[in-house]
């Protein structure tokens, strides 16, 4: 008798044992194919160029290197025509702030990457824009080409800008593994701050010697080029598919996820304030400093601002040959401390060769702060979600108006070490209450 209950319960355990595998089985056959985070290499590459392992990130980042460079070539040309048509620099202005004009349509755009295939979305939009760049092609070869042309233009070029940078942001994150993140960001920077340079100098010269039209076919030819390389790319399909058919739905679920995480919500906040106290500095604040404490000229202010483009350049090639994100928010907050630093320290400064010291340290501590920033907010976001996280924050952007207004106005009302002193001041007030307010912003992340 206790033999027969021994083995009646033997037969039970195998059958339990039996289903359980079955049931198992049943679940993996469900699951949906891995995306390129999740089929991570047990074993990921390291150093400098451990992202270019991956192949449609080379895709990408060539991709990426053609498109920006046709960029910077295009805002240089535009901005010289309308100089030199109008002789106003109010003008010239006004078409800057047009390139930045679709800053506001972040979160939709955001938007439709999430709902949207992101590597088809990048191919469509660089494709309207060497589209775009043919219609200016042929506008300025035939002789047509006039100023309001170049302000429409503009306007085109900046709603595809934004579309570009938030779609191209979120889909590194699907191209690398979580664990390069950091690398892979901080290469994207690296290639965007060479082809700053290159495509500038590309731009004058080709403006010079060949003039508006004929240098446009330079611009078209590497949007085009962009445009094609970008086919190269290929993610797997989304384990995620989390939409409704409401848009507007989607846009509030996005909005409400930022605002139920507290972490992404600090960085959000550290965003709109490094573009409050900060970057007023080198972007539109540098002139008065070289005039007014150095008494340069305009060699000396391209000396200036250089030093910061190197050490922006030294900033992201140090965080690509770090590799990793688990120290992405300690990184990014010692950078913007030191950063609101040495806008102190140069406020202080009387002597050139200083100055230019202080600023490549703070063109090193942007470019660190900006891409922890980034690694970290594609690292910490779930993917359904990532689109409208960068969308929305694309939009912090917009306090880069404000602080150039009031860092303007207290430069000429008081002086401009006094506008440095207030802005570092103000910034690392402001620093301290975020981390006390958001201390996720601090903490550590997992690599994969």
């Known amino acids: 008798m206790e033999e027969y209950r021994w083995a009646r319960r033997r037969r039970h355990a195998f059958s339990n044992c039996v289903s359980a595998q079955i049931l198992d089985r049943s679940r993996l056959s469900t699951q949906t ?23 449609s990130f080379r895709f990408q980042w060539t991709s990426d290197g053609m498109y920006n460079s046709g960029q910077e070539m295009e805002a240089l040309m535009l901005s010289w025509f309308i100089l030199t048509e109008t002789g106003s620099p109010f003008l010239v202005g006004l078409l800057g702030a047009l390139r930045f004009g679709g800053t506001l349509g972040g979160p939709f755009y955001g938007l439709l990457g999430d709902r949207m295939d992101r590597r088809k979305l990048l191919i469509i939009n660089r494709g309207l824009i060497a589209l775009l760049a043919s219609v200016t092609f042929f506008l300025a070869f035939t002789g047509l080409f006039e100023a309001w042309h170049a302000f429409v233009i503009a306007l085109l070029l900046g709603a595809g800008r934004m579309m570009d940078n938030v779609v191209r942001q979120s889909l590194i994150a699907d191209v690398v593994p979580r664990a390069t993140l950091l690398n892979a960001v901080g290469l994207s920077r690296t290639m965007q701050d060479g082809a700053k340079i290159a495509g500038a100098v590309a731009g004058g010269v080709l403006l ?57 919500v600090g960085m959000m906040f550290l965003a709109m304030l490094v573009n409050l106290t900060t970057f ?51 990184v990014m907050l010692i950078g913007i401390v030191v950063w609101h630093l040495a806008i102190l320290v140069l406020a202080q400064v009387e002597s050139f060769p200083v100055a230019l010291i202080v600023l490549v340290v703070v063109g090193a501590c942007s470019s660190a702060s900006m891409v922890s920033m980034s690694a970290l907010l594609l690292t910490t976001t779930d993917i359904q979600f990532r689109g409208r996280v960068m969308g929305v924050r694309s939009l912090a952007v917009w306090t880069l108006q404000p602080g150039l207004l009031i860092g303007g106005y207290m430069a000429g009302r008081f002086d401009i070490a006094f506008t440095f002193t207030v802005m570092g001041i103000v910034g690392l007030v402001l620093v301290a209450f975020a981390v006390i307010r958001w201390p996720g912003i601090w903490r550590d992340v997992p690599n994969a």
């Open 208 to 264: 010079a010697r060949l003039g508006l039209g004929n240098a446009y076919i330079v611009v078209m030819g590497l949007y085009a080029s962009a445009t094609v390389i970008a086919l190269g790319i290929s993610i797997a399909e989304r384990t995620s598919t989390a939409t409704s058919k409401n848009p507007l739905s989607d846009l509030k679920s996005g909005l409400t996820y930022i605002k139920d995480n507290d972490a992404i």
């Open 33 to 55: 194919k891995p995306t390129a985070e999740s089929a991570t290499n047990p074993n990921p590459p390291t150093g400098f160029l451990a992202s270019f392992h991956y192949r």
């Open 280 to 330: 007023p500095m080198t972007n539109g604040l540098m002139p008065v400093m070289a005039r007014d404490v150095f008494n340069s000229d305009e060699e000396g202010l391209a000396a200036l601002l250089s030093a910061a483009a190197i050490g922006a350049a030294l900033g992201s090639i140090s965080l690509a040959a770090l590799g990793r994100t688990r120290r992405s928010g300690r």
